[in-house]
């Protein structure tokens, strides 16, 4: 089986699983974060919000958490390698933030989030390119 189905007639790449598995975590995060952003920052061990910033990172999540899911829908490729990437360097950014003293060691673990799910995509990738080549399934 190359793909995964999820209704009759339908099915999506391992690569958009995971895209739109991201997409969800990003729905998820960008609402808590414009509707209770003092509940995500707690987690963070960051003071609470004192203007919009904050309410305007969770939008960008959201809207980004958009593009994965539509990505996935339409099996946009070149967006699920881009994501791989991004999301390393997110991990790879938020980790420099926490060393450096810019930001609670908490934060490393949502870029671990996003490392894990830059693996999950890459991983993915392998395996629907193995399938499409006709040397087995994962």
Same mark, same amino acid.
């Given at each position: ?19 739109? /598995?991201?997409? +969800? !975590?990003?729905?998820? #995060? ?5 509707? %209770?952003?003092?509940? &995500? ?39 699920? /390698?881009?994501? +791989? !990437?991004?999301?390393? #360097? ?5 980790? %420099?933030?926490?060393? &450096? ?38």
């Amino acid at each position: 089986m190359s793909a995964i189905s999820f209704r009759p007639g339908t099915t999506r790449s391992r690569a958009a699983v995971s895209a739109q /598995v991201f997409a +969800v !975590y990003l729905f998820a #995060t960008g609402v808590v974060a414009v509707i %209770a952003p003092d509940l &995500l920052l707690s987690v963070l061990r960051m003071p609470p919000a004192t203007d919009v910033w904050f309410r305007v990172v969770g939008v960008t999540a959201f809207m980004i958490g958009v593009f994965a899911w539509v990505a996935g829908r339409h099996e946009l490729r070149p967006f699920f /390698v881009a994501s +791989v !990437y991004t999301r390393g #360097t997110v991990f790879a950014v938020f980790t %420099a933030f926490a060393v &450096l003293g810019l930001a609670p060691p908490m934060l490393v673990l949502f870029g671990t989030i996003d490392l894990l799910g830059g693996l999950w995509t890459h991983r993915a990738l392998k395996a629907d390119a193995r399938c499409a080549s006709g040397r087995g399934e994962l």
